[in-house]
């Protein structure tokens, strides 16, 4: 059974950062699925925030461009955001998700796997 842990959420003051990672130990298919960082935050539609393929190509949405990375360590599972520059809007919930899929270069379609979340605050 595929399990994803997120861990490294916290509350920060604008313009902190922070880096969350993902455990997936149990998956053994990590190193060629697609892996993702969505967000939700209360009263908000969830937003995927970044993606990155199996050969670390990435993908982010405008509102975090340019202050957010997404990585990813193939030999040790973990999945990594790191988050510069926060602001009070990206306060949150946030999820390690990965697909099912391997082998995918688009990492279009939705997710199979998710964690259980990690909480992001920052305050203003």
């Known amino acids: 059974q595929v399990q994803l842990e997120e861990s490294g959420g916290g509350s920060v003051q604008a313009g902190g950062s922070l880096r969350l990672a993902c455990g997936a130990s149990?998956?053994?298919?990590?190193?060629?699925?697609?892996m993702y960082w969505f967000r939700q935050a209360p009263g908000k539609e969830r937003e995927q925030v970044a993606r990155?393929?199996?050969?670390?190509?990435?993908t982010y949405a405008d509102s975090v461009k340019g202050r957010f990375t997404i990585s990813r360590d193939n030999a040790k599972n973990i999945l990594y955001l790191q988050m510069n520059s926060l602001q009070p809007e990206d306060t949150a919930m946030y999820y390690c998700?990965?697909?099912?899929?391997?082998?995918?270069?688009?990492?279009?379609?939705?997710?199979?796997?998710w964690g259980q979340g990690t909480q992001v605050t920052v305050s203003s």
């Open positions: 998700a990965a697909s099912g899929h391997t082998y995918d270069s688009s990492c279009l379609g939705d997710p199979n796997y």
């Open positions: 149990t998956y053994p298919d990590y190193s060629t699925v697609c």
């Open positions: 990155i393929t199996y050969d670390h190509s990435t």
